[in-house]
Nanobody
Framework: QVQLVESGGGLVQAGGSLRLSCAASGSILSINVMGWYRQAPGKQRELVAGISSGVRNYANSVKGRFTISRDNAKNTVYLQMDSLKPEDTAVYYC??????????????????WGQGTQVTVSS
């Protein structure tokens, strides 16, 4: 079984910072892409940032304020969020595109989601 466990959400004032972490565990053979999505009330889930083989991409709304990084040894992805704005308020979800192994020795590629962590930015 593969699990993505997120941490680091919370309540912060506008202009403040938070750091989200997402650790992947299980029968992971390789990681293709890890990223962060968010979903605000009444809105669709949107990509915030992704990282693959050192290449990073960001939503226009967070460029220059958020930084995604990855620790391959720990199968962990981070999202450093600075200069937070009230419009950043949402549930943030970790996503990982992984190649995993099973008990039979086979491997397959699949996408996994974390449980979500609430980020609330007050004005």
């Amino acid at each position: 079984q593969v699990q993505l466990v997120e941490s680091g959400g919370g309540l912060v004032q506008a202009g403040g910072s938070l750091r989200l972490s997402c650790a992947a565990s299980g029968s992971i053979l390789s990681i293709n892409v890890m990223g962060w999505y968010r979903q605000a009330p009444g809105k669709q889930r949107e990509l915030v940032a992704g990282i693959s083989s050192g290449v990073r991409n960001y939503a226009n709304s967070v460029k220059g304020r958020f930084t995604i990084s990855r620790d391959n040894a720990k199968n962990t992805v981070y999202l450093q969020m600075d200069s937070l704005k009230p419009e950043d308020t949402a549930v943030y979800y970790c996503n990982a595109d992984l190649v995993v192994g099973d008990y039979s020795g086979s491997s397959y590629r699949n996408a996994y989601w974390g449980q979500g962590t609430q980020v609330t930015v007050s004005s």
